[in-house]
């Protein structure tokens, strides 16, 4: 079994910074990358970052190098994202997912697990 909870989300303005967690609990030994993607209104799903293995290696979205960082913390199973230099078209629900194996990718369609979401807002 996997769970995914979120929060942090919020309102803020451009320019500003916010960061989004994920606390995670899984009974699978291992689980490979873990991941947050996004989604603006009447838009698809789309990566934003990824955490391979505990972090071996990260990789992110183009539209938020050099902006965003994504960290894990195995010992208190959470997943951070923090956002910098936020923009208004960063705005969307943030969801957090993970995948048991690698490779892992900012692609949708390969993660089988998700949490709910947070909703972040920049105006």
């Known amino acids: 079994d996997v769970q995914l909870v979120e929060s942090g989300g919020g309102s803020v303005q451009a320019g500003g910074s916010l960061r989004v967690s994920c606390a995670y609990t899984?009974?699978?030994?291992?689980?490979?990358?873990l991941a947050w993607f996004r989604q603006a209104p009447g838009k698809e799903r789309k990566g934003v970052a990824v955490v391979v293995r505990g972090g071996a290696y990260k990789i992110f979205g183009d539209s938020v190098k050099d902006r965003f960082t994504i960290s894990q913390d195995s010992a208190k199973q959470l997943v951070h994202l923090q956002m910098n230099s936020l923009k208004p078209e960063d705005t969307g629900m943030y969801y957090c997912a993970a995948e048991n194996d690698a490779p892992c990718t900012l692609e949708e369609r390969h993660y089988t697990h998700w949490g709910q979401g947070t909703q972040v807002t920049v105006s």
């Open positions: 899984f009974t699978f030994s291992k689980m490979d990358c």
